[in-house]
């Protein structure tokens, strides 16, 4: 290589780096957290142009996303969860084929993990469902390592013992099941799943069949060094899936099938985190990326509500962060949701979600 | 048959989870030290990565992916680990064309607080660039380093690093003549 080579190469990399901005502030300052005790004030003028963006968000940006066949990709939303080990409870079986009893004691340990299941909106113009993140453990041998939570968390979905709690919904029909689960290789980011061909059946009806995937690459990329999945039935690719045979051939992530959800939805279980504060996470696409939560008593009624502003809006996905004084919770509370219409100011697309006081849900078992 | 049974979980300190949520009262003090440590050095390689305008959103994706990553409290060195973080986040910034839209809409309007004066020869020149060429480029140029630090920043071979800078000069024949 010349020397004028060589000294131009290094006027590109002065001249790239001539062009850089300040450093962004450490992250934890750029979170989105919400302005307590504010109104849901909108300004006149943009009642008008948020009327026209809801028609652009409902109905434009998804149909041109399928019809260029594109996933629509957005920035990497790394609110999700993970497995891990919690409690060990052992369990004990006694046999007694013969007088002298036999005790065999088989370690088990829950593990924590994060259900999605879904809820149907109020008031929604698309009738997309939402995610909802709930959190449950499942209870495997002892020595289980993160897919096999993951596996097992899946294979609740289908698991026809499954008692689906009456505020949401689960698209996976019974029957559906991930027989094995590893990591691709060459990438430390992306799982492969492979389904039973009950899979191959979808859930009956296009946005069905949306949600069941969605449910299932949700909860599929709970882990958080993974970001992407693919489906592969009897060790196939999957090119013809559900009712219009949607090709699954390529990896899918969260963002693949987003704009079938509703404009609100909860990625990551409403827990308290260290400080005991209520938080409540997700992503949304609303007008100026403006929306409210509330926290309802146990009869329904209005007993806090904030205003939060979520990363992106207006189209475009962004992540919302709400962190909620616990004071405001009792035994039987909600968390709800929303936003308000610009055009006639009515709360849209809400989402209620029960607070299970911090606990874990308990889905095999009803209770 | 063992009867099932899912005892509840009633420690929130055990919840690992926690930490991937928004980073937030979990996010360490020592993660805001490492994070102070390289995201100057970080946002230039980002920007010749992807651009001034989308640097610092890749910078702040790439740290909170890395320290959100179960690896990270294993992680020996952060700063290498984070380069290679970038350099991931920029190649997915980089396919995205939402995120392409969103460059050419605030490329129109610039809407970074401080924003030094856009070279637009030197942006048309690179964009003959695969990213990962442009991060050989960066780290041998700009960072001044050997091959084989560049590789290991780049979570590549030696041998991978001379390969990128080799093509990369053949892309940027026009421009270097």
Not at chain 2, 56 to 68: E, Q, R
Request: glycine share 6%; aromatic share 6%; proline share 6%.
């Amino acid at each position: 290589m010349s020397s004028n080579d060589e000294r131009k190469m290094r006027e590109l990399a002065e001249r790239l780096a001539a062009m850089s901005p300040d450093a962004p502030p450490f992250p934890e300052e750029t979170t989105v957290t919400s302005p307590s005790k504010q109104t849901s004030t909108l300004r006149p003028l943009t009642v008008f142009a948020g009327a026209a963006l809801i028609v652009l968000l409902g109905l434009g940006i998804p149909l041109i996303i399928m019809n260029s066949g594109e996933a629509p990709v957005g920035t990497d939303t790394t609110t999700t969860t993970i497995a891990g080990t919690s409690t060990t409870a052992p369990e004990t079986t006694t046999t007694s084929e013969t007088p002298d009893t036999t005790v065999t004691t088989t370690p088990t340990t829950s593990y924590g993990s994060v259900l999605y299941l879904t809820q149907d909106p109020e008031n929604s113009f698309l009738g997309n469902p939402a995610i909802i993140a709930l959190e449950t453990v499942v209870a495997l041998e002892d020595g289980a390592d993160d897919l096999d939570v993951l596996r097992a968390t899946i294979n609740m979905l289908g698991d026809p013992d499954l008692v689906v709690p009456e505020a949401f919904s689960n698209s996976v029909p019974e029957g559906v099941e991930a027989l094995v689960i590893r990591r691709a290789d060459g990438t430390d980011n992306a799982l492969i799943i492979e389904m039973n061909e009950a899979f191959l059946d979808g859930a009956g009806g296009l946005l069905a069949d949306f949600t069941m995937l969605n449910q299932l690459i949700y909860t599929a990329t709970q882990l958080p060094d993974i970001e992407e999945v693919q489906f592969i039935v009897n060790n196939e690719q999957v090119t013809q899936f559900g009712s219009e045979g949607l090709d699954l051939s390529a990896s899918v992530n969260r963002e693949t099938f987003q704009n079938e959800l509703n404009i609100i939805y909860l990625t990551s279980p409403i827990l308290p985190n260290a400080d005991g504060n209520i938080v409540v996470e997700g992503n949304s696409n609303t007008y100026e990326a403006t929306m409210h939560a509330r926290v309802l008593d146990p009869e329904g009624n209005i007993v806090h509500e904030e205003l939060g502003t979520a990363t992106s809006g207006s189209g475009e996905w962004g992540e919302y962060l709400f962190v909620l004084d616990p004071d405001h919770f009792e035994d039987g509370s909600s968390v709800q949701l929303l936003w308000y219409s610009p055009e006639d100011g009515s709360a849209s697309n809400v989402i209620t979600i029960p607070y299970n006081g911090g606990q874990p849900w308990d889905f095999l078992s009803g209770s | 048959m063992q009867p099932r049974r899912f005892p509840r979980i009633c420690v929130t300190q055990d919840r690992p989870w926690l930490r991937y949520r928004g980073m937030l009262s979990v996010m360490s003090t020592r993660d805001e030290e490492i994070y102070r440590s390289c995201a100057g050095e970080l946002t230039r390689y980002a920007t010749g990565l992807v651009g001034p305008f989308d640097a610092p959103d890749v910078v702040t994706d790439a740290f909170l992916k890395a320290s959100g990553s179960s690896r990270w409290d294993q992680v020996d060195n952060h700063r290498a680990y984070l380069y290679r973080t970038v350099l991931t986040v920029a190649m997915d910034h980089h396919r995205s064309s939402r995120a392409r839209r969103a460059r050419e809409q605030r490329a129109a309007v610039p809407a970074v607080a401080h924003q030094p004066e856009i070279d637009y020869e030197i942006l048309d020149v690179v964009e003959r660039l695969s990213v990962k060429q442009r991060a050989a480029v960066m780290l041998t140029y700009w960072s001044d380093l050997p091959a084989d630090e560049v590789g290991r920043l780049m979570g590549v071979s030696e041998g991978t690093v001379k390969r990128h800078l080799d093509r990369a000069r053949k892309r940027l024949k026009e421009w270097l003549s």
